[in-house]
């Protein structure tokens, strides 16, 4: 029954995508038969221990499609002595989860075990939980966790990192103060991902306090440095990250410690410190690709420049990570012909390498060529697919560019060829190129397809629309545009400004002195225009004089 859903799920998801990289997935299941796969050979365990470790052991050595044959074969001669127990399907959760196919696999497993009774257990319903996490399906994995009986440190860190997962830090610390309450001993997993939610929410003083705990409970200080220095970087307290990082004198730092302090660092503009902390190591890929990140976020051309030097000497260069990063940052700094040369010097470009420079040239304002990128790609054959930031690259450099039919054409293949579902993001910006050729008809076709797909429209959308309505003077549809895009963000000043821009444009100077009082009484201000201005060794903001 596994083999045969898998199979089917497979052609499904390779005929909807063109996606050939489920293939390899799919020939392995085939060809893992008793009479083609090297199981073949193999002496069938006579005791379900054995064939638990067996599974277990391919599970961890990263192979699950061996795992789920020696399941499927388990299933197959279930007439034998030999039963699947809450054990074997607890190594099959983790081996569909690794396929990342689907979580369809991972339900059908979960029906199995409620049919043999292997479900009831802490064990196995922590692996279900985590499974259901990895999926992405939060009501499946609450769920579960709410039907455990007996609930250990282990289940309440697997729903821990089932919020996290999902972007939900502030879910994650009212896990956490449940734990309190019931008495729940905290482990060291707990902690990280305590101070992991704290760095997301950006609460410092919360996670001073998770701090001072480690320290009164006597927690491994070596264990727990890294998320300690994560989180007071990540909240811009770097002073703070290199008092934990220096107070652990005579201690062993693994290279995960020094990327860590080394990114936040960059990150502050703290150059002095990261290139000193870079000294207590010996370089690696990580370190570098996270460093060139910090560059890009601070539009920072000098300090990527040092960097991609300690690249080049330590011959990190064929690091495709390394280099997608180093390409983004010269993207971001403006200097489109480094950015190419980088590309070009790529062995192995992925789908980020090509998404990476389609956006080089898209916000340089070379549209054409980010397009003729593009093609290139698609005419490199199956190896690389284009994914949904890919197309949303490419739209977004066909609207600044005026490249209409391009983006008509981008869009059609996201979901013709691609079999990909539009974002809101992709909407926005396809109305938005609708808008500016005047096709205002086609503007609001786009929207209801949106619609009728089931998409919810976003403040992007509202805002393309709006944009959009007032290029056309399209007077009507603009107030119910501006009506919606104030309803979900009221206290955007950027939005009311909008707004009372169209209103201004219209001569409805009432109601732009409503909305200017509005911002008044709510102490709202329009963020002032800025350029950066690069000097060596340093990147300042030039406030804009007519913002």
Not at 529 to 546: D, K, T
């Amino acid at each position: 029954w596994f083999v045969r859903s898998l199979t089917a799920k497979l052609k499904q998801k390779t005929s909807k995508t063109s996606n050939l990289n489920y293939v390899p997935y799919l020939i392995d299941i085939l060809n893992h038969s008793f009479t083609n796969s090297s199981l073949s050979h193999v002496h069938f365990p006579s005791d379900i221990s054995q064939t638990n470790s067996l599974i277990a052991s391919y599970v961890r050595r990263g192979d699950p499609v061996s795992a789920l044959t020696l399941f499927h074969s388990l299933r197959r001669r279930a007439h034998s002595d030999v039963v699947a127990d809450a054990y074997t399907f607890t190594s099959i959760l983790r081996a569909s989860s690794l396929l990342r196919v689907s979580g369809q696999f991972g339900t059908q497993v979960h029906a199995q075990m409620l049919k043999t009774g292997a479900d009831s257990g802490t064990v196995a319903k922590t692996a279900l939980l985590d499974m259901y996490s990895k999926c992405g399906s939060l009501d499946e994995a609450t769920k579960v966790f709410d039907e455990m009986r007996h609930r250990d440190v282990v289940a309440w860190n697997a729903l821990l990192s089932c919020f996290l997962r999902c972007d939900l830090p502030v879910e994650a610390v009212g896990v956490l103060r449940e734990m309190g309450r019931e008495n729940v001993e905290l482990s060291e997993f707990t902690l990280c991902s305590a101070l992991k939610s704290c760095a997301l929410l950006k609460a410092l003083e919360l996670g001073r306090q998770v701090h001072g705990l480690v320290v009164c409970m006597g927690r491994d200080l070596v264990v727990l440095s890294t998320a300690l220095v994560d989180f007071y970087t990540s909240v811009g307290c770097v002073d703070d990250a290199l008092k934990v990082f220096y107070s652990l004198k005579g201690c062993w730092k693994d290279d995960m410690m020094y990327n860590s302090m080394v990114s936040g660092c960059v990150r502050s503009r703290r150059y002095d410190e990261a290139f000193r902390v870079m000294g207590f190591v010996r370089p690696n890929a990580v370190a570098l690709t996270s460093a060139l990140v910090g560059c890009s976020e601070n539009l920072d051309l000098w300090a990527g420049k040092q960097i991609h030097c300690v690249a080049f000497r330590w011959a990190f260069t064929f690091d495709t990570q390394l280099c997608n990063a180093l390409l983004d940052m010269y993207a971001k700094c403006g200097r489109i012909s480094q950015a190419l040369s980088v590309f070009h010097g790529i062995c192995e470009k992925d789908v980020i390498s090509w998404t990476c420079m389609i956006d080089a040239y898209g916000r340089n304002g070379q549209g054409r060529e980010a397009v003729e990128v593009f093609r290139e790609m698609r005419e490199v054959g199956s190896k690389v697919l284009p994914n949904s930031v890919t197309f949303l690259s490419v739209l977004s450099a066909s609207g600044h560019s005026g490249l209409v039919e391009e983006g008509k054409n981008c869009f059609k293949l996201l979901r013709e060829k691609y079999g990909l579902q539009p974002d809101p993001e992709h909407y926005a910006c396809y109305i938005d190129i609708l808008g500016r050729a005047g096709n205002i008809e086609e503007v609001w076709y786009a929207y209801h397809n949106m619609v009728v797909q089931g998409t919810r429209p976003t403040a992007g959308v509202w805002v393309a629309l709006l944009n959009a309505c007032s290029l056309n003077q399209d007077v009507e549809r603009s107030e119910l545009a501006a009506k919606h895009l104030l309803q979900l963000e009221p206290n955007k000043a950027s939005n009311i400004v909008l707004v009372s821009n169209f209103y201004a444009a219209i001569d409805r100077w009432d109601c732009v002195e409503e909305l200017r009082s509005i911002m008044r009484t709510k102490g709202l201000a329009k963020e002032a225009g800025n350029s950066w201005i690069n000097v060596p060794g340093f990147n300042r903001h030039a406030i804009s004089l007519s913002a």
